[in-house]
């Protein structure tokens, strides 16, 4: 019968899809994959970028702090183990650190008119941390002019002032990514 026939050929004949073929989501999961490679690299670059700048506010805030502390007490916020005058002074990692507290008002032994030299950064108690340091948590390395001579030097780089603030940058290993306060 007539009718037999074509329900038949109804039911074999191809019916359009609604969903998505196997072939067309492979193409589809390939671009995502490809658009991901050419876009990772560009991100971290980015990242270390804004991590870079961070770091070069973060040594010239601490910079500043150190030469207002300077201009309100007449003297460097060196700790009190450490004589006035003796010469140029380095602090690293936990000693740094403190350096940071006087200029924060935290230690008010060395900050008696408990001036607020230095501010947090944002989302942060205390703590300015180099993201570059050795188990990320370190701190910069701060020099001070401790002879007033108006001179502090710091590994190769030598400048005029009362302060260099420091991270290694990066690349540690990398001279030409370090960052210094001025």
Not at 24 to 30: A, D, F, M, P, Y
Not at 100 to 127: C, H, M, Y
Request: hydrophobic share 40%.
């Amino acid at each position: 019968s007539p009718n037999g026939l074509s329900s038949i050929a109804h039911c074999l004949s191809p019916r359009p899809s609604s969903g998505f073929t196997l072939v067309e989501l492979l193409v589809v999961i390939g671009i995502i994959a490809l658009l991901a490679a050419i876009l990772l690299p560009a991100m971290n670059a980015a990242f270390t970028k804004a991590e870079k700048s961070q770091a070069q506010v973060e040594v010239r805030s601490i910079a500043a702090a150190i030469q207002a502390y300077n201009n309100e007490y007449g003297k460097m916020p060196a700790l009190a183990n450490n004589q006035h005058g003796v010469g140029d002074i380095t602090y690293e990692t936990d000693k740094s650190q403190q350096v940071i507290e006087i200029l924060q008002a935290v230690n008010t032994n060395l900050n008696p008119r408990k001036i607020a030299f230095l501010d947090a950064p944002q989302g942060s108690s205390t703590n300015f941390v180099d993201p570059w340091s050795e188990g990320g948590d370190g701190q910069y390395v701060i020099v001070l002019d401790n002879n007033y001579d108006n001179q502090v030097s710091y590994k190769t780089k030598s400048t005029r002032g009362v302060t260099i603030v420091y991270s290694a940058g990066p690349k540690r290993s990398d001279p030409e990514d370090d960052i210094y306060s001025f």
